[in-house]
């Protein structure tokens, strides 16, 4: 006897409730983490400010934005509140996803799947525009099969309007519009009647969307986010495809074996599905393509970026064309392993949020008020400002937004940590991401300058590193180097290879006197390494010697050039100021001493060689 069908209402209703559940339990106990928080900052703003600042200080369409600012009129502006949009807007994709199918079972398989695959999960339980993003392209899609299924006007403008609103909560939604609109125009070419509303449809949407675009684009040159000059465009596939499996990627000298399988996979999926999902998946594959285009010209790749179209594959692999009596068993197969996936990335220690809620108590209960909090890299002042307050802290730079033309060196940080340390007797450090924005320990060294050390370092709150400087009371940093005065008082001599390390000069700040422990040296280099790397390796050193006037040496020292956080993974001209600490003799007699310092590497001497003169005092 046959086996009744499940009611098609049920086929829905069952996926939807565990799409709600699995999104929506603990959605507040994580920290917000950084882009959290500034889509929550942001999204305060008065619409016309939303409307007018998205793309000069993102680089991105506005329409989240706008609806999380009338959401959280009416639902607040807690962890759970801002992030149950998002729980929303993917629960209405796995209903969406239920109808890129007609059959009820395979239905329940792909909705199903989704609900619980790890990385739709994990952008549905964030406050960003992914979420949204994601379900308007699966609007779309759903759209786009009823015109070509019933191919009359409103059908064909309703696809258009939903793909433009797409684009509007994401950029990258660009190049699932670009996959539709292939689609189309295939279609138009294949169909007997050749209307021209589908035309007229998707030529003004594709019009808006890349009239949009290229104003967008014109904002690139001002935002600065390039890390280097350009990826390598099959690694940066390779990981887009993995990431639709497995949202935390391993390194890339360890890619290639599990994106081979899982393109391989997906291969398998595209050819055995029918020609509905199949073309679901094309469209998934164009943009994923094209995503990891974008981010090889840019040098910016973050797993989630090909995420935004990875809904559109995953409900191929639900759903892989398998004949009707394997369905079933292909079919919870697709949901063991998206359960087990969903339960191991909830368990896996990397997948959680940096613990900006933790660390903004612990500095509410023991920061003074004579001390300030030191945020680097300052770009995450608005996520520590939910937390925190408005005040007592600093943000190094102040720009809410990762830009890598903010990088931090004497110039910059020397009157900011003026202004913000000027009478206070300590200092906290709130240290995130500050290898890209301080990758020489500028921040660091100053307040190593200042205090003679760190009295208390700690990593207890998730992703994040907190220190605290005391000192007796802050001492007015030089504003900036001057370099006309420095080379005043030292020599530079072009001795030894030539490697790119060029010298401003050394200095002391802090007068030495014999009997003391050390002698604080401050080196100030310019690094412009030659291409075509255009990177210094990390262990290059610098020879220190201090020789008393009969020209003996009585000292000789070795540090890293930048002993701090190691050199800077950086392209072109580099300024890099450096503390160094040469131990002294206890029996060190007071008078007049040359110090010399010259970098090295592998026992080679680069040039240049820095030498001044100072006094040891009594």
Same mark, same amino acid.
């Given at each position: &006897? ?18 709600? /559940? ?22 305060? *703003? ?19 934005? /706008? ?13 759970? #509140? ?10 209405? !994709?796995?209903?969406? @996803? ?28 964030? !406050? ?19 015109? &070509? +299924? ?10 258009? @309007?939903?793909?433009? =609103? ?24 294949? #169909?007997?009647?050749? =209307?021209? %509303? ?8 594709? =019009? ?29 596939? %390779? ?8 949202? +935390? ?35 998934? &594959? ?35 064309? /398998? ?11 697709? &949901? ?10 909830? @368990? ?21 008020? $004579? ?18 307050? $408005? ?20 110039? *910059?940080?020397?009157?900011?940590? *003026? ?14 991401? $500050? ?8 921040? +660091?060294?100053?307040?190593?300058? +200042? ?36 080379? %005043? ?31 604080? /040296? ?10 075509? %790397? ?13 020789? $008393?006037? =009969? ?59 820095? !030498? ?7």
């Amino acid at each position: &006897m046959r086996s009744r069908a499940l009611p098609r209402w049920l086929t829905l209703l069952l996926p939807i409730w565990l799409a709600f /559940l699995v999104r929506v339990i603990g959605l507040g106990d994580p920290s917000l983490w950084y882009d959290e928080g500034y889509t929550v900052m942001f999204a305060q *703003n008065d619409p016309i400010i939303i409307l007018t600042q998205s793309a000069r200080l993102e680089l991105n369409t506005p329409l989240h934005y /706008l609806a999380l600012n009338g959401w959280m009129a009416g639902a607040g502006s807690s962890e759970f #509140s801002v992030r149950l949009l998002s729980v929303f807007a993917g629960v209405v !994709t796995v209903a969406l @996803a239920a109808r890129l199918t007609r059959e009820a079972g395979a239905s329940f398989i792909v909705a199903t799947t989704l609900a619980l695959w790890p990385a739709s999960v994990a952008l549905s339980r964030e !406050t960003r525009m992914y979420s949204l993003a994601i379900c308007l392209s699966m609007l779309s899609i759903v759209l786009l099969f009823r015109a &070509m +299924q019933q191919p009359r006007r409103r059908w064909w403008w309703a696809w258009a @309007a939903a793909t433009v =609103a797409a684009f509007s909560a994401h950029i990258l939604c660009a190049f699932i519009a670009a996959g539709q609109t292939l689609v189309v125009a295939l279609w138009w070419w294949r #169909s007997p009647r050749r =209307a021209v %509303q589908p035309l007229i449809a998707a030529g003004v949407a594709s =019009a808006l969307i890349a009239v949009w675009g290229m104003w967008l684009i014109g904002f690139g040159s001002q935002y600065g986010t390039t890390y280097t000059d350009r990826l390598n465009y099959w690694v940066m596939l %390779q990981k887009s495809v993995l990431s639709i499996f497995a949202p +935390q990627l391993p390194p890339d000298d360890q890619v290639d074996l599990p994106a081979t399988a899982a393109m391989l996979v997906v291969a398998i999926a595209v050819a055995l599905n029918p020609w509905r999902t199949r073309t679901v998946m094309v469209i998934g &594959m164009i943009a994923i393509a094209g995503i990891t285009g974008l981010s090889s010209v840019t040098g910016k790749f973050a797993p989630r970026y090909p995420q935004v179209a990875a809904p559109l594959i995953v409900a191929g692999l639900a759903f892989a064309g /398998l004949p009707l009596r394997s369905r079933r068993v292909a079919g919870a197969l697709a &949901m063991l392993l998206a359960g087990a996936g969903l339960v191991t990335a909830h @368990a896996t220690p990397a997948n959680m949020n940096e613990d900006f809620r933790g660390v903004a108590g612990f500095l509410r209960a023991h920061a003074h008020s $004579d001390e300030t909090i030191l945020l680097v890299s300052g770009h995450f002042a608005p996520v520590f400002a939910y937390y925190y307050g $408005d005040t007592g802290w600093s943000a190094l730079p102040d720009d809410p937004v990762l830009n890598i033309r903010n990088t931090l060196h004497y110039d *910059n940080v020397a009157p900011a940590l *003026n202004r913000a340390l000027a009478g206070k007797r300590g200092a906290w450090l709130l240290l995130w991401q $500050d290898l890209i924005i301080d990758p020489a320990g500028m921040v +660091q060294t100053l307040l190593i300058h +200042q205090a003679g050390g760190a009295d208390f370092d700690s990593r207890e709150f998730h992703g994040l590193r907190l220190l605290h400087y005391s000192f007796d009371a802050y001492r007015l940093l030089p504003e900036t180097l001057a370099p006309a005065r420095l080379k %005043q008082h030292n020599r530079i001599e072009t001795n030894g290879v030539e490697r790119g390390i060029s010298a401003l000069g050394c200095e002391t700040w802090r007068a030495a006197h014999s009997g003391d422990a050390d002698l604080e /040296l401050i080196c100030h280099w310019l690094l412009t390494p030659p291409p075509p %790397q255009n990177i210094l390796p990390f262990d290059v050193r610098v020879s220190l010697s201090l020789r $008393d006037e =009969a020209g003996a040496a009585r000292v000789r020292h070795e540090q890293l050039l930048a002993p701090i956080n190691g050199m800077p993974a950086r392209w072109g001209d580099f300024p890099l100021t450096a503390l160094y600490r040469i131990p002294l003799d206890p029996d060190l007699q007071p008078g007049q001493y040359t110090v010399t310092a010259q970098p090295g590497l592998n026992s080679e001497p680069l040039s240049p060689q820095v !030498t001044l003169r100072l006094a040891i005092a009594p």
